[in-house]
């Protein structure tokens, strides 16, 4: 199975600023099999990014997604203070479906 | 709008199993699969398995082979996901979520139910 190995495990960030998660395969997840989930303590993940890059329905523009086959990364253009939360990348490129163990972003 | 509703909370003793229900409403409900995925307490998301709800099929994660059954009731667009001979390490919030793609395996989650805390305890 694919693993995949989010960095850091914690980011510190003040509201404002812009955060940069990594999310890097074990092999290659294809050119875009790739998705990003956000979660609040509490709450069920939210899409955020499928297909590497794509927003899904209702996500802000400040959230981005970037990369293909084994390197991908999420940016947060300006946080808000509603962004504070754990972030999973997710691949659906080969069986079974896996997840990262998840980028904490935490304000500093 | 879409929504996935879960059952309640349980309590069970290990060997025993747990039967988790997922109503969908706010979409045609054999026209996406749904996934289950579960979430040890601060721990990340893992993968269990898949259902069709069209052709009432199923594929599992090796790792629950044997001890999980995914069905469906399409008279109330109901998806069920028990699991068998329960151990504490299965202490988890337990997600059904929606295919986005209609793929079995090359899929992503676009919508989820709240979560239904299974704990295992003597």
């Known amino acids: 199975e694919i693993v995949l190995t989010q960095s850091p495990g914690t980011l510190s960030l003040s509201p404002g600023e812009r955060a940069t998660l990594s999310c890097r395969a074990s092999?290659?997840?294809?050119?875009?099999?790739l998705a990003w989930y956000q979660q609040k303590p509490g709450q069920a993940p939210r899409l955020l990014i499928h297909a590497a890059s794509s927003r899904a329905t209702g996500i802000p523009d400040r959230f981005s997604g970037s990369g293909s086959g084994t390197d991908f990364t999420l940016t947060i253009s300006r946080l808000e203070p509603e962004d504070f939360a754990v972030y999973y990348c997710?691949?659906?490129?080969?069986?079974?479906?896996?997840f990262g163990q998840g980028t904490r972003l935490e304000i500093k | 709008q879409v929504q996935l509703v879960q059952s309640g909370a349980e309590v069970k003793k290990p060997g025993a199993s747990v039967k988790v229900s997922c109503k969908a409403s706010?979409?045609?409900?054999?026209?996406?699969?749904i996934h289950w995925v579960r979430q040890a307490p601060g721990q990340g998301l893992e993968w269990m398995g898949i259902?069709?709800?069209?052709?009432?099929?199923?594929s599992y994660a090796q790792k629950f082979q044997g001890r999980v059954t995914m069905t469906r009731d399409t008279s109330t667009s109901t998806v069920y996901m028990e699991l068998s001979s329960l151990r504490s390490e299965d202490t988890a919030v337990y997600y059904c979520?929606?295919?986005?793609?209609?793929?079995?395996?090359?899929?992503?989650?676009?919508?989820w139910g709240q979560g239904t805390l299974v704990t295992v305890s003597s």
């Open positions: 979520t929606r295919g986005a793609r209609g793929s079995y395996y090359r899929d992503y989650f676009d919508y």
């Open positions: 706010g979409y045609s409900f054999i026209s996406y699969f």
């Open positions: 997710q691949q659906y490129g080969s069986s079974p479906i896996t």
């Open positions: 092999q290659s997840v294809g050119s875009y099999y």
């Open positions: 259902i069709n709800p069209s052709a009432n099929s199923t």
